[in-house]
């Protein structure tokens, strides 16, 4: 099984830049975004081979506020971060499908290549 471990940067106002595990005690510093990232990988491979079975307590979220209308805050998943949409196509499947997601059924024969003869 795959866990993701989210991890935030942060830049001080002296320019280095800190790095975070939400939910877990695992922290780095480093002058540069590409020296905190590869800092805060190394510490927490290294934690998690002291403590496989720890799970991050973290529940992360993201506040997106709109400049449209009222500028109202919303909380959203983390995908909003990444812009993650369903396609139309997958969307029609899922529709057709009934379920909520989902690829376009395979209908039997439908694919396969007309014999010659």
């Known amino acids: ?4 471990y989210p991890i935030v940067l942060e830049t001080e106002d002296d320019g280095a830049v800190s790095a975070y595990v ?6 780095a510093a480093a002058d ?3 020296k905190a990232e590869r800092a805060i990988r190394v510490v927490l491979e290294a934690y998690l081979q002291e403590h496989p079975s ?3 307590e973290a529940r992360v ?6 400049d449209v209308g009222a500028g109202r805050v919303e909380i959203v998943g983390v995908a ?3 812009g993650a949409r369903r396609t139309a196509a997958k969307a ?6 009934g379920r909520l997601g989902g690829r376009p059924r395979k209908v039997a024969g439908a694919l396969a290549a007309p014999k010659k003869a």
């Open 22 to 27: 939400p939910g877990l005690p695992v922290y």
């Open 61 to 66: 979220r993201v506040a997106r506020r709109s």
């Open 54 to 56: 720890t799970k991050p």
């Open 92 to 97: 029609k499947a899922a529709r057709a499908n």
């Open 80 to 82: 909003a971060l990444v």
């Open 32 to 34: 540069t975004h590409a």
């Open 1 to 4: 099984m795959t866990m993701l």
